[in-house]
């Protein structure tokens, strides 16, 4: 059965820093792995896709890497900003299914 | 805005009422999802429709019963709930055998069980 980690489950930091979030996962047979943003009350934001046959994938200060064969993910959050806090969500949809299993999340604060 | 909307986006029941919890999407998707999300747990998948099809039951139990009319809506029945049944509810929708794409996913609904 497939298990996603976050860890750690909060982090506080001051305005400025580049992040590493991380995310583990235990079957390597997926499709793809996806970042998700929620912020207080709402729904989910998909940040970044990464298909189980790439390595990276950027969208402007964020970049998310892919080690499937370690079940390893890392999304790079650079020059952090107050409006970057949120629940970070990392997510795979395993192999032959269409199920997205998600990690329990990551809150950031990020203060001024 | 995703393009998912959900209704009502909060929600107060008893444990013997019946409510109807909604899901539209006009993203021209032909794959919608119901998931759970409860404090202190990942977020849970419960259904899956494709084509106004049931390809997907995550062993829910059945006092909670979708009904997918289209491939726009996506309702979820509620009938005699528990209180460990209070949980945001979101919605989502994808284009139909893209696993290669991401869900949209909406607000929520965020149900409280008395």
């Known amino acids: 059965k497939q298990e996603v980690t976050q860890i750690p489950a909060a982090l506080s930091v001051p305005e400025g820093e580049n992040l590493v979030l991380n995310c583990s996962f235990t079957d390597s047979a997926i499709y793809n792995l996806q970042w998700f943003r929620q912020d207080p009350g709402k729904g989910l934001t998909s940040l970044l896709l990464?298909?189980?046959?790439?390595r990276e994938q950027t969208s402007g200060r964020l970049n998310a890497s892919l080690d499937k064969s370690s079940g390893r993910s890392t999304l790079y959050i650079a020059a952090s900003q107050p409006g970057d806090s949120a629940t970070y969500l990392c997510a795979v949809v395993q192999g032959g299914s269409e199920k997205l299993v998600f990690g329990k999340g990551m809150k950031l604060t990020v203060n001024p | 805005e995703t393009g998912v909307t959900q209704t009502p986006r909060h929600l107060v029941m008893g444990m013997t009422n019946k409510k109807s919890l909604k899901c539209e999407q006009h993203?021209?998707?032909?794959?919608m999802y119901w998931y759970k999300q409860s404090a202190k747990k990942p977020l849970e998948l419960m259904f899956v429709y494709n084509f106004k099809e049931q390809t997907e039951n995550n062993s829910v139990p059945s006092r909670f019963s979708p009904e997918c009319p289209n491939s726009s809506h996506l309702f979820l029945h509620l009938h005699t709930l528990q209180p460990e049944d209070s949980a945001l509810y979101l919605c989502a929708s994808r284009p139909a055998g893209g696993l290669t794409d991401t869900q949209y996913f909406g607000p929520g609904t965020r149900l409280t069980v008395l």
């Open positions: 990464i298909q189980s046959s790439q």
């Open positions: 993203l021209g998707h032909n794959a």
